[in-house]
């Protein structure tokens, strides 16, 4: 069965240092997604893409966040400068781009872990 | 922004038992997904739901869309330990197509 997959699946890094996280959503998805949840809350929605750019953006997703699809398999988020506050566990997430139809498929996560 | 709350926060069941929980805004959603997620892992789809009062089953788990659209329940039967875990629900407001998700319930299962 078709999965989304995340890579690396822990990232330590030092504060002020960039990160990239990278995806491979379901091979027909076109919707992408990107949600953190730091230890012990809930998720919350980061940034959705289609067709090449930003549909969506929380608050959350600030200057220093940023999405990208380099190629035609893989989908990257990369936070500019980290801060502690931005440790959490980072998933991706796709879905079809069929009418009326929202459900959303997640990868396994990256755990960010940042000192 | 919106919220969703959900109960219980937590419950502890035995074996066997049947479970109930729900989630609610004062919100309209028009979308319900609900989530599984383990230790670890990502959350993991169970089921969809997309009109008012609509009742889908996936299994021994079955969820509603509440009529009011602020409410959407998941029930699960004859619970069996591989039932831990924290649900989380997650709606999908009028506009726009990203989901606001819920705090979740976490779900022990005494053998």
């Known amino acids: 069965e078709p999965e989304v997959t995340q890579t690396p699946s822990h990232q330590v890094t030092q504060m002020g240092q960039e990160v990239i996280l990278r995806c491979v959503p379901i091979s027909n998805h076109l919707y992408f997604y990107w949600y953190r949840q730091i230890l012990g809350q809930k998720v919350e929605f980061l940034v959705s893409?289609?067709?090449?750019?930003?549909?969506?953006k929380s608050e959350i997703f600030d200057d220093q966040f940023s999405v990208e699809r380099p190629d035609g398999s893989n989908f990257t988020l990369k936070i500019r400068s980290t801060k502690l506050e931005d440790s959490a566990m980072y998933f991706c997430a796709s879905r079809l781009r069929t009418r009326g139809l929202y459900e959303q498929y997640f990868g396994p996560g990256t755990r960010l872990t940042v000192t | 922004g919106q919220q969703l709350n959900q109960s219980p926060q937590s419950m502890f069941i035995q074996e066997g038992e049947d479970v109930s929980m729900n989630c609610t805004s004062s919100s309209i959603f028009n979308t319900w997904l609900w989530y599984k997620q383990d230790p670890g892992e990502g959350p993991v789809l169970l089921i969809a739901l997309y009109k008012a009062g609509e009742l889908t089953s996936n299994g021994r788990l079955t969820a509603q869309f509440g009529i009011t659209r602020k409410d959407s329940f998941l029930n699960i039967s004859a619970s069996i330990p591989s039932d831990v875990g924290i649900y989380f629900c997650a709606g999908r407001l009028n506009y726009g197509q990203n989901f606001v998700f819920g705090p979740g319930t976490r779900l022990s299962v005494l053998p």
């Open positions: 893409f289609y067709n090449n750019e930003i549909s969506e």
